[in-house]
């Protein structure tokens, strides 16, 4: 009995390393097809292969993305659960805080630098949680995932073109688990679009400058029609 017990086991095993492997084979595959793909569209090779090195199939990525609730929440559902009193309060104290700031950017803007706050908070709680997932790992997942295949594909190149446009080293190049970065927590093919260098220094880093991450939430709010006057604001 224990031995047919043993053998029942060391079967299972095998199986399931035979799986796992078969697996493993099947994403460095696809990893393989990514990397020449982006070498076709332009992105630097030695990039791609630094950027890949170490790419992960990320299951905890799959299953937040598979677990994302299907009920439709009402305004003041959402209103109670993503602005609860404390964060009121706590965007008061980092307004009065970056004032000067946020004054300035919304005069470049044209928005109201309460929504630039109103954004930071809902997105990140003002910058204190912008994920820790690689962007490359993450992005790559996703696609292999295979649900939104085309979407996420799209999202991994623009990531590769932030990278090659030298906005972020890529060791502190993190995120969602689907991707979104920094901030703002702009999808890459959002940040391409929307980013905005605001302390001159060439880089747009909405990771940890300030400046950057308001003008960026800025710019994107003038864009999606945010062109709300400033004054009596204070």
Same mark, same amino acid.
């Given at each position: ?32 097809? *990514?990397? &020449?793909? !982006? ?5 630097? =090779?030695?990039?791609? $292969? @630094? ?87 993450? *992005?790559? &997942?996703? !696609? ?5 295949? =085309?979407?996420?594909? $799209? @999202? ?79």
């Amino acid at each position: 009995m224990r031995k047919g017990m043993c053998k029942l086991v060391l079967g299972s095993v095998l199986s399931f390393t035979a799986m796992n492997l078969e697996a493993r084979e099947s994403f460095d595959k696809y990893v393989a097809q *990514l990397k &020449t793909e !982006a070498i076709a569209s332009g992105i630097d =090779a030695q990039l791609v $292969k @630094e950027a890949f090195k170490g790419v992960e199939y990320k299951a905890r990525a799959v299953k937040a993305d598979r677990n994302q609730p299907e009920k439709r929440k009402t305004l003041n559902t959402y209103l109670r659960s993503a602005v609860p009193e404390w964060k009121a309060q706590k965007a008061k104290k980092v307004y009065a805080k970056h004032k000067a700031l946020l004054e300035r950017v919304g005069r470049e803007y044209g928005v109201q630098p309460r929504f630039i706050v109103a954004l930071w908070g809902i997105e990140t709680n003002f910058g204190s949680f912008t994920g820790n997932y690689s962007v490359i790992s993450a *992005l790559t &997942t996703m !696609a292999y995932e295979g649900r939104r295949e =085309a979407f996420f594909k $799209k @999202e991994l190149m623009s990531s590769l073109r932030i990278l090659q446009e030298g906005h972020i080293n890529l060791s502190d190049f993190k995120g969602s688990w689907a991707g979104a970065m920094g901030q703002n927590q702009f999808m890459p093919s959002s940040f391409l679009k929307y980013a905005v260098d605001g302390n001159n220094d060439g880089r747009k880093d909405i990771w940890k400058s300030l400046p950057d991450v308001f003008a960026s939430s800025a710019n994107y709010l003038k864009q999606a029609g945010w062109m709300i006057s400033t004054r009596g604001e204070g």
